[in-house]
């Protein structure tokens, strides 16, 4: 286990609804670390980047993979695709000052749990993509492209999210979360936003590798978003890892144990490792 260092609220970019910052958490006992950029959940209108930081961030930064919590737009201060925006401008921002602070940045990861992990999954999935790269942040000259991507437990099909009936949104105590996400609650069956803002309309055979994490109890995200996210992926040769955790539901304390935490630092290192090139 590694000592871990923290710094907190340094500011990676300025919006129309205030700055953003980040928190980082590092393992101070190695040199340059490998670097993973974590989005928080909270279904796109709560959350925080201390959120989890305990039982979830500070323990991956003592497995030896440095965390890097950022902050994005909350609906109703923003709406699709600005979430995005604000991601890609943390990674740059990571990219271009990442080694002042002890993190190796050539290679980088993405991780996000529940809305967090369908941002990290855009992000890993639109490299590149003008139409939704956004100009957030000082630093556009560098990529947002990252070189792996950890998504536990969120929401890929998106339109099957809108569909709940009144009995199921009673029940769930909360109306569909993709409302908050897009603004707006009007959604065709055929609703073109929705499916060109999907996962499994993006993926790719040039994706990052892939480590997907989901609980079979689920009662918030079907754990079906995450094997039809696996099959694409795979059906298009990408690297990609499926865990279904037993008996776990959603933000269940499972994902921060011991067992969970250990294969997502061990996969991020291995993943994130210094080619010979960068050595």
Known sequence: MHDVSIVKDLEFAVTPAGPLTLDIYRPSTIGPAPTVLYLHGGGWTTGDKSDDADRRLQPLAELGVAVASANYRLSPAGHYPTQLHDAKAAVRWLRAVGSDHGLH???LGIWGASAGGYLATMVGL??????IEGNAGTHLAHSSAVHAVVNWFSP???????RRTWLETLILNRPPSVSALFGRDDFESHDAELRSAGPLENVHPAAPPFLIAHGNL??????????????????????????????????????DAEPNLGITAAWLKAQLAPTSSEL
């Open 126 to 131: 639109t490299a590149g993509n003008a139409a």
């Open 218 to 255: 689920d009662r918030i995200v079907p754990d079906s978003d995450s094997h039809d996210l696996f099959t694409a992926l795979a059906r298009h040769l990408v690297d990609v890892t499926y865990c279904m955790i037993g008996g776990a539901g959603h933000e269940d304390p499972r994902f």
């Open 105 to 107: 940045t050539e290679r």
């Open 156 to 162: 890929t099909d998106l339109l099957s999210s809108t």
